[in-house]
Every structure is written in C-alpha cells, then in structure tokens.
C-alpha cells in the first residue's frame, strides 16, 4: 500500500511539472506576440456630400504582413461609394467593406499606414459607426497580430437654409437754392438689390457595384483532402495563402505545413487535370495574378478562371504529384482514400486522371 502510494505520488509531482512546462511555453509564445494597432478616421459632412475615412494600422517588428478587414455601417445614414488601397477592396455589399492586401516587401514598421481609403456620401442626417472586424491580420513573418481597435464614425448634418435677400431704401435727393437760378431737383440714386444666398448642394446619386459572389462553408480535409489554393493547409484560403504565393514568385522561402504539397508541384487531382498547386487561375502558371485572384476571392470579389478548374477554396482529392520531382512535403500515401474521396466529393462517376512518369 505504501509503494502504491509513492507511486502515486511521484506520477502527481511528474504531472504538476508536466502542466507547468506547457504553461510556461504557452505564456512564452503570447508574451513573444506582435502587438500592433487598426485604426479608422472620423468624417462629418452635409447630406448629398461625400468624404473620405482613412483605414490605417501600425505594427511592431517585422512590420505589416497581409490584413483582411471589414468595417460595417448603417446604409440608412451613408453609402460606400469608393474604396482604394491594398489588393482587393469591395464597397458593393450594403453595410460592409471589406478590404485585403499584403507587402511582400519593405513592410512599414512601427509607421501608422494607410491601408485603404473609403469614400461615403451621406443619405441622411444622423450619425453611423465604423466598426472595425479584423478578420486577419499578420505581420512580415505571417505570425498573427494582436491589434487594439479604434473606431471611428460618420456624421451627416442638414444643410444650413439660405439667408432671405434684403432690398435696401431708395434715397431721395432735395433741391439746392441759389441766389439767381431756381433750384434743380438732384437725381436720386438707384439701389441695387442684394445678391441671394448660395444654392444648396445637390446629392448626386451614389455609385453601384455589382453584387459579390458569397463565401460558402468548406468541408474539414482529411488525408488527401485540400481546400483549392489553401497553399499553406490550415483548411481556410485567407490574405496569408496569397503572401506565401507571392513569396514563392520572388523566390523567397515558403515553408508548408506538413503534410501540405509545395507551392507549384504539378498534382494529379480527383475529377479534374493535373494542375499546380498555388495557381488559382489554372493557367499552368504560379505567379502574382494567381495571389491577386486569392486576395478578390477573401474580398468576395469575382475571380476568372479557366475552364475546369477548382474553385478558389474548393476541396479538392489530391492522389500524387506528377511531373516536377518536388513531391509532397511529409510524403502522402494516398491511393488508398481514393474511394472515399469519391463519395466525399459527391459520388456518382468519377475517373482517376494519372499522367506518366518521364
């Protein structure tokens, strides 16, 4: 009983260690955590008139790596009619902007920038919100920010009314007598109207886009299983798959999750051709189009693509890689899943695409 007891005792004390190294490690890794602020401008203006706010940040070493942020407001009160800066910014959606974009190079460091500039026009008189979302944001390394929000908002007033024109009194003129001429009436002056107050502004009407394709929700993968363009497989395809894409196009490292296949190895794909992996258009080609495409379709902006190929975030079976040599990072076995990634994708028909080896 008293060896049991010591037993006991010593497997306690390993766990308590155990527990207090990983929460060591995990306090580590928070306390190491790029800090960083988002901020957006104020704006007030007369109803019918336009501005702009301003959408900045400023992050700590390494500096700014890809952001994806939205900022919402009342559509009754004003209306987005403009936005630029970054990748990908769509003002089209009523209530939402939403914003994407990346340095892959010289990030500002500690610099307040300005990632996107957005123009309202006021609908109404009132006042609205600009709420920030962060939905991602990373610095240079792609190592997640921890940002402190600034909200701003959006006055709209009533336009001031127009002052009422006065006229003033007309003079009369009295005749001078003289010694030997009788006297002559003088001639009166004229009085000239005041002029009238400015016109009021007038709303011009606000501009439209087109509507923007949603998101849908993707299926978890499993082994061989591969969200379309999600180049570093953490199963969501956001602003960092298009940062390691344009790091792969200027040659930078890029380095996957295991097990995840290496940007631009030619895949042998499950109902569909071969094609490389990062190159979201299907063009048989990885480079920067292919991260603006990634960056428009985080945005919910309309992507082409050529015919047949995956949709941008699209689970896809992957079964080997062909071509290149360069494999797939952490080396999958995938023949047999091939059957159950048929009845994943859908069942029904399906051929098993394999090109030769050279």
């Not at 992050?59 to 559509?75: F, K």
């Not at 990632?115 to 991602?136: N, P, R």
């Amino acid at each position: 009983m008293m060896r049991y007891k010591s037993m006991l005792g010593r497997v306690v004390a390993v766990t308590a260690i155990f527990l207090a190294v990983i929460a060591a490690l995990s306090f580590s890794q928070e306390a190491s955590a790029v800090s960083g602020t988002v901020s957006v401008t104020s704006q007030t203006k007369v109803v019918g008139q336009s501005g702009a706010v301003n959408l900045t940040a400023n992050v700590l070493s390494p500096g700014i790596g890809s952001w994806d942020i939205d900022i919402s407001y009342n559509s009754s009160i004003v209306s987005a009619t403009n936005c630029t800066g970054g990748i990908a910014c769509n003002y089209g959606v009523a209530g939402k902007v939403s914003g994407a974009g990346f340095y892959a190079s010289n990030p500002p460091i500690e610099i307040t920038t300005v990632l996107h500039s957005i123009t309202f026009q006021c609908l109404a008189a009132g006042s609205t919100d600009l709420i920030i979302a962060v939905k991602e944001l990373n610095d240079f390394s792609g190592a997640p920010v921890t940002a402190t929000i600034t909200n701003g908002t959006f006055n709209c007033t009533n336009p001031s009314p127009s002052p009422s024109p006065t006229i003033a009194p007309t003079a009369t003129g009295t005749a001078s007598p003289t010694g030997t001429a009788s006297p002559t009436a003088s001639s009166s002056p004229t009085a000239t109207a005041s002029p009238t107050g400015p016109a009021s502004p007038t709303a011009t009407a606000p501009l439209t886009a087109s509507a923007s394709p949603s998101l849908s929700p993707s299926p978890t993968w499993g082994a061989g299983l591969f969200h379309w363009v999600d180049v570093r497989c953490d199963g969501e395809v956001d602003a960092v798959d298009a940062l390691l894409i344009l790091r792969h196009v200027a040659q930078l490292t890029v380095s996957p999750a295991q097990p995840c296949p290496t940007i631009g190895t030619l895949l042998e794909m499950i109902s569909f051709s071969p094609q490389k992996w990062g190159d979201a258009d299907c063009d048989q080609e990885v480079d920067a189009v292919d991260s603006l495409k990634v960056l428009r379709r985080v945005a919910e902006l309309p992507v082409e693509q050529e015919p047949g190929c995956p949709g941008i975030g699209q689970m896809v079976m992957v079964t080997e890689e062909s071509g290149d040599g360069n494999g797939l990072a952490g080396g999958l076995l995938l023949a047999p899943f091939t059957a159950l990634a048929a009845l994943a994708l859908g069942g029904g028909s399906w051929g098993l695409r394999r090109r030769r080896r050279s």
